[in-house]
T-cell receptor, first 114, second 115 residues
Framework: DGGITQSPKYLFRKEGQNVTLSCEQN?????MYWYRQDPGQGLRLIYY???????QKGDIAEGYSVSREKKESFPLTVTSAQKNPTAFYLC?????????????FGPGTRLTVT | AQSVAQPEDQVNVAEGNPLTVKCTYS??????LFWYVQYPNRGLQFLLK????DNLVKGSYGFEAEFNKSQTSFHLKKPSALVSDSALYFC?????????????WGLGTSLAVNP
């Protein structure tokens, strides 16, 4: 069964703590993406990776970090420097980071920081 | 600069009636256009895309979209709406020229299909 998995579905943390969100894909896709979704704001790109061992900042990278050590995995760390971390986080992948390839999304992780 | 607009925050339609969710775009070079659907507390699901060729694109779950270059639009349509179509719909566009290669997302349109 191919697809993208994100874990956990819900995550609760205290302010000041770093937290890592998991994203795994078995689609053999080169490109992976992290988005943040807030009500009324659509999707905003945090980081993306075109290929293993490479990643670039998106539009709202401040307070976040990523790694891409394996093709299948693209974990996102929300650091204590992120001022408003409470949000719905979506991971996606595509065959290549090219204009004509669609993205496939995981089920999302809802992070609540209090 | 690239942009995409979904002019309606919400669309209401009766079950069995045709539905349209609107999307207009601005991009340099050739546009690559996508529609996605999101059910509550779920990830997005790809519906269809326009790359080139026939202006009418057919996708999943009976949805289709019409690319109109002169009006820079890519409206999503379905001939007969189902209650289960109620969801949040996102349009996205990507160009292929210069710095306009980033995928740009609309803010979404909430579709409510009433029984």
């Amino acid at each position: 069964d191919g697809g993208i998995t994100q874990s956990p579905k819900y995550l609760f943390r205290k302010e000041g703590q770093n937290v890592t969100l998991s994203c795994e894909q078995n689609l053999n896709h080169d490109a992976m993406y992290w988005y943040r979704q807030d009500p009324g704001q659509g999707l905003r790109l945090i980081y993306y990776s075109q290929i293993v061992n490479d990643f670039q900042k998106g539009d709202i990278a401040e307070g976040y970090s990523v790694s891409r050590e394996k093709k299948e995995s693209f974990p996102l760390t929300v650091t204590s420097a992120q001022k408003n971390p409470t949000a719905f986080y979506l991971c996606a992948s595509s065959l290549r980071d090219r204009e004509y390839y669609e993205q496939y999304f995981g089920p999302g992780t809802r992070l609540t920081v209090t | 600069a690239q942009s995409v607009a979904q002019p309606e925050d919400q669309v209401n339609v009766a079950e069995g009636n045709p539905l349209t969710v609107k999307c207009t775009y601005s991009v340099s070079g050739n546009p690559y256009l996508f529609w996605y659907v999101q059910y509550p507390n779920r990830g997005l699901q790809f519906l269809l895309k326009y790359i080139t060729g026939d202006n009418l694109v057919k996708g999943s779950y009976g949805f289709e979209a019409e690319f109109n270059k002169s009006q820079t639009s890519f409206h999503l349509k379905k001939p007969s709406a189902l209650v289960s179509d109620s969801a949040l719909y996102f349009c996205a566009v990507r160009g292929n020229a210069g710095n306009n290669r980033k995928l740009i997302w609309g803010l979404g349109t909430s579709l409510a299909v009433n029984p």
